[in-house]
């Protein structure tokens, strides 16, 4: 049974494949089309992910007409009871109208962009898939709860907002996800993070996690402040002062511009922020422990990608354990989604799950025609001599782009997209953020071998940097690259079988070094997604600071 799961009526527009219990493809639409989030912002509107759901055929092999339910990540009829209460403007009430009505019909009559795909998807074979509809929030429940391997679990969900909840909690067991608390419109913890993300002059929807890399510099001197816009109790239990949110000025002072120099003030909005949601999290966690008994922790929604506030959580052990979705935006709803559609139809909650490297793939002989029409000079090395010449230029300062295997899904590149280096010099954040375009204020992540973890950080342990660590004070000075102002990181941990190659490649790094650790940053550079394919891999080397890229078996230098 093959399930194909989409996400296009909120933001990261996604797909995922599920075939016979097992998720086997996922990606986001953003990195075939090159625009972040995959569509501009528009929330509601029909652009649909048909790059990402190509490129899965194509991975595996399959035309459209295998495919036995389209599962969509939004529950059209509440959606409609939504726009009755007049939430958006009339521009995006007309867009999502048209979507939720005639949904197939928009589908299958993008002829010129079918036109393209004829040879596994057409118009008239997409007609005939059944498409299955899912509530947003259940849709993200289910992508972290179905992908943990937890028996029972609660499933905690916060995000801008679904149809009409912001903040969800359900019981996931065998029988499916039951919902027990919700927190709905107005009263959105997501929204109110955007709008101070906005207030400090970045960009909403975008940015947030620039706002909790700036809380790190601050001070809680806002917390009274905030208490205008959310209160909060010890159970939990928030509410927020819609017209305050959107009247922030009257209480944290006047919004940064764009481009305007970042001052203490703006960092201490930031921290207080961060305080805010961090306790509000610890106390509704803490409450819904002790009252359901329950052991394990499930996360998914943007918000949950705040891993200062997960690293918190795990750090204040009120579970045993937790599992939050790598990709916890909109993005994961497509693989929550395709997993409701599975246990409908096959009545099994869980699916199997190995990694994140769900996407796509180039081979040597790809990379061989595209450097030879090129006319570029590039070698071609082994395994063993790439991993000896990388770790030895990361050695000696240089940085270099690593693009090899299947492409991450969620937001974050897990060393197959990758720029990497040395976390020992000083000026290595500098000379990185310089070279990405990024703000100097924001932190580089590392990977570092799991069996060599405990000597540098203390912390959750996680393969997808879903949690912020805190740096040894004994190893800060080895690695203050990606040590942040606070002393803490959010690193990503490789062992020899989650990918061995960038596990090989630390281990000859700390042969030479002694340290088992590197950066890794996403191999994208300023306002663009993470590279998908090889030309774009290229491409972007040659216009970047990077000193070598390593793409599959091939080493292109300057
Ligand atoms: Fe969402």
């Known amino acids: 049974m093959i399930i194909l799961g989409v996400n296009f009526f909120f933001e990261h527009s996604s797909v995922a494949v599920i075939e016979d219990g097992k998720l086997v493809y996922s990606a986001e639409e953003e990195r075939f089309s090159g625009i972040k989030g995959g569509k501009r912002y528009s929330p509601f509107s029909v652009h649909f992910p048909y790059k990402a759901m190509y490129s899965a055929l194509n991975h595996l092999d399959l035309n459209i007409r295998d495919v036995d339910a389209i599962a969509l990540s939004y529950e059209k009829w509440d959606h409609l009871k939504g726009l009755f209460s007049k939430r958006w403007s009339y521009y995006d009430d007309y867009y999502a109208l048209r979507g939720l009505f005639h949904t197939k019909r928009i589908l299958c009559s993008d002829y010129e962009t079918l036109q393209y795909m004829s040879d596994r998807i057409s118009s008239s074979d997409l007609k005939k898939v059944p498409l299955i509809y899912f509530d947003h929030h259940l849709s993200h429940a289910a992508s972290a709860y179905c992908y943990s391997g937890f028996e029972e679990s609660l499933v905690f969900v916060a995000d801008c907002c679904g149809e009409k909840s912001c903040t969800s909690l359900y019981i996931g067991s065998s029988a499916g996800l039951k919902k027990i608390k919700s927190f709905d419109i107005p009263h959105s913890l997501g929204i109110l993070y955007s709008v101070v993300t906005k207030h400090l002059g970045f960009d909403s929807f975008q940015d947030e996690f620039k706002v909790m890399g700036l809380a790190s510099y601050g001070r809680d001197t806002y917390l009274d402040a905030f208490k205008n816009i959310i209160t909060f109790n010890e159970q939990g239990d928030y509410k927020i002062n819609p017209a305050n949110m959107f009247n922030l000025s009257a209480y944290l002072g006047p919004a940064r511009k764009k481009g305007e120099e970042i001052s203490q003030r703006h960092m201490d909005i930031a921290k207080s922020l961060q305080t805010v949601l961090e306790t509000i999290l610890l106390n509704l966690f803490s409450h819904y422990r002790e009252k359901t008994g329950i052991r394990n922790l499930c996360m998914a929604g943007g918000v949950a990608l705040n891993c200062v506030a997960n690293g918190k959580i795990s750090d204040a052990k009120i579970f045993d354990n937790i599992f939050v979705q790598p990709a916890a935006s909109d993005a994961g709803t497509s693989m929550g989604a395709a997993a409701l559609a599975y246990f409908k139809l096959k009545g099994k909650m869980q699916i199997s799950f190995d990694n994140m490297y769900l996407g796509t793939e180039y081979s040597n002989k790809n990379i061989e025609k595209l450097i030879t029409d090129s006319k570029l000079k590039a070698s071609f090395l082994t395994d063993e001599e ?173």
Do not use: W
């Not at 937001?411 to 500098?430: H, K, Y």
């Open 386 to 558: 790439l991993i000896d010449e990388a770790a030895k230029r990361m050695a000696a300062g240089q940085i270099g782009g690593l693009f090899r295997g299947r492409m991450e899904a969620g937001p974050r590149a897990l060393g197959n997209r990758s720029v990497i280096a040395s976390p020992a010099p000083t000026d290595m954040l500098e000379r990185i953020n310089h070279i990405k375009g990024r703000e100097m204020f924001r932190p580089i992540a590392p990977i570092v071998k799991e069996d060599r973890f405990d000597s540098f950080f203390t912390g959750e342990k996680n393969q997808y940097m879903l949690f912020t660590c805190t740096v040894r004070p004994e190893a800060a000075h080895l690695i203050p690259a990606v040590t942040h102002v606070d002393n803490t990181s959010r690193v990503q941990t490789v062992t020899e079988t989650s990918n061995p190659f960038v596990y090989s490649l630390i281990s000859k790094f700390e042969s030479i070094t002694g340290i088992p650790v590197i950066v890794n940053t996403s191999l994208n550079f300023r306002g663009k997604p993470i590279v998908e394919n090889p030309t774009d891999a290229i491409g972007s080397f040659y216009s970047s600071g990077l000193d070598f890229l390593i793409i599959e078996n091939y080493l292109l230098e300057k």
